[in-house]
């Protein structure tokens, strides 16, 4: 109210000068009410863009002081509901074939181990669904939301590794899908350990060349992240998603898994399919 009592102030005051000086100098009438309209137009036109841009700022430059404030919260406890089989998680029936079984089973502890290897603030929480999207149609697999502290940031997916269907030999093959928000608040080293973890986990790994598998699990998650940061800052104005993809026999996962069978160990049921007494192996 008192900005626009102002305004209106200043044009009485303008006015009454220009008023003076057209008395003062003999100006005609009609050079005096061009020039008004002049005025009121300039005005009319600083008003509008100052309003446009407070619109803009709303809009694209969101307000995100309450998602920082849950990825800087308590860490949300995984509370895991793994689909009993592929068909009580939503999957057709009549398209499931020996290898998505195979993968479904080899897959029941992921989140599990996945919680224990992570930076601490993520939990990976496995949800009871089976029937998860693919780029032409429905897929197979597993699905589980993924939390950093008290924020829910994305999800993944776990589905069979191209080919995996049409080929004749029993080689695992799985593919992982993560798509996540806000991942511009999140620590470098906390998303780099996440995707790494996954690369880790999942890639073909061979024996006999280790350091060089990590190598490449590692390089991998820089190149996901450099490009995201590629991304934000040509866009600084926009919060793109962050997609990554990996593909492989997930070696590591089938040896940790196959350990902790031979033992009698359930990482669901002994830790809660979380981080507790991670020394505990």
């Known amino acids: 109210m008192i900005k626009r009592i102002g305004f209106w102030v200043a044009i009485a005051a303008a006015w009454g000068i220009a008023w003076w000086t057209k ?3 003999g100006i005609p009438d009609y050079v005096m009410w ?24 709303r ?23 793994q689909p009993a089989s592929l068909a009580a998680g939503g999957a057709i029936v009549s398209r499931v074939r020996p290898q ?10 992921f989140a599990a181990l996945m919680n224990r290897h992570i930076a601490d603030e993520w939990a ?43 080929s004749k030999e029993k080689e695992r ?8 928000n806000y991942l511009r608040f999140i620590p470098y080293r906390d998303a780099h350990s996440l995707l790494y973890e996954i690369g880790l986990l999942t890639g073909s790994y061979d024996r006999t060349s280790g350091e060089a598998f990590r190598a490449r699990a590692a390089s991998a998650a820089t ?18 998603w962050f997609d990554f993809m990996t593909e492989g ?33």
Not at 60 to 80: N, T
Not at 136 to 156: F, H, L, Q, S, T
Request: aromatic share 10%; glycine share 10%.
């Open 124 to 166: 990976i929480e496995e949800l009871p669904i089976t029937d998860v999207r693919g780029y032409d149609g429905p897929e197979i697999g597993r699905m589980y939301d993924v939390w950093y502290n008290a924020c829910k940031v994305g999800r993944m997916q776990v589905t069979l590794g191209a080919g995996a269907l049409l």
């Open 223 to 240: 190149d996901a992240l450099t490009g995201y940061l590629w991304e934000a800052v040509r866009q600084p104005d926009l919060d793109p």
């Open 100 to 109: 998505h079984e195979r993968l479904f089973e080899d897959f029941r502890w």
């Open 173 to 180: 093959s799985a593919r992982v899908d993560l798509k996540l």
């Open 249 to 281: 026999s997930y070696g590591v996962l089938h040896d940790q898994v196959e350990h902790w069978r031979k033992n009698g160990i359930d990482p669901m049921t002994r830790w809660g399919g979380d981080r507790d007494n991670r020394s505990d192996d």
């Open 34 to 57: 061009i020039g008004f309209v002049a005025i009121i137009g300039a005005l009319s036109t600083f008003s509008l863009e100052n309003r446009m841009t407070a619109v803009e700022e």
């Open 23 to 25: 008395q003062a100098f």
């Open 59 to 81: 809009v694209i430059r969101k307000d995100y002081s309450g998602i920082v404030a849950q990825l800087e919260g308590e860490r949300h406890k995984p509370q895991h509901k």
